[in-house]
């Protein structure tokens, strides 16, 4: 099991959270199993930008983004160098520290959070 640290973020993870992720599974796949609802607009089929993370520590160790995944994160809320769609970025042995953006396109477009 790989560690992930998950920083605050207000309304999915107000204390943060360490949770035991497992290698071979997405970021997303790993929070949404230990009750941190991430968005996921498009069940998990790299068609939108909801699950949107940035990787603080650890990002070195994910495999490169997609072609497709690179211009879809181009439309997200927040982007930083680190931003990846927590459904496409794969888990591996190397721990994490994630940090769930406080909006996403979804939120600000259906009023879902403030």
């Keep these: 099991m790989t560690q ?8 999915l993870c107000p204390d943060g959270a360490v949770i035991e992720a497992e290698a071979g ?4 796949d790993n929070l949404l199993a230990n009750e941190i609802e991430l968005d996921h607009a498009c ?5 939108c930008t909801t699950c949107h993370v940035i990787v ?3 990002f070195a160790s994910l495999e490169e983004a997609s072609e497709i995944e ?3 994160l181009d439309k997200a809320w927040g982007l930083e160098p680190n931003s990846r769609l927590g459904c ?23 009023g879902h959070r403030k």
């Design 4 to 11: 992930i640290i998950v920083l605050p973020h207000l309304e």
């Design 25 to 28: 599974k997405s970021i997303c």
């Design 43 to 47: 069940e998990m089929s790299c068609a």
């Design 56 to 58: 603080r520590e650890g």
């Design 70 to 72: 690179e211009d879809l």
């Design 88 to 110: 496409q970025a794969i888990v591996s042995d190397t721990p994490l520290v994630v940090e769930i953006p406080k909006y996403s396109i979804n939120m600000a477009k259906e």
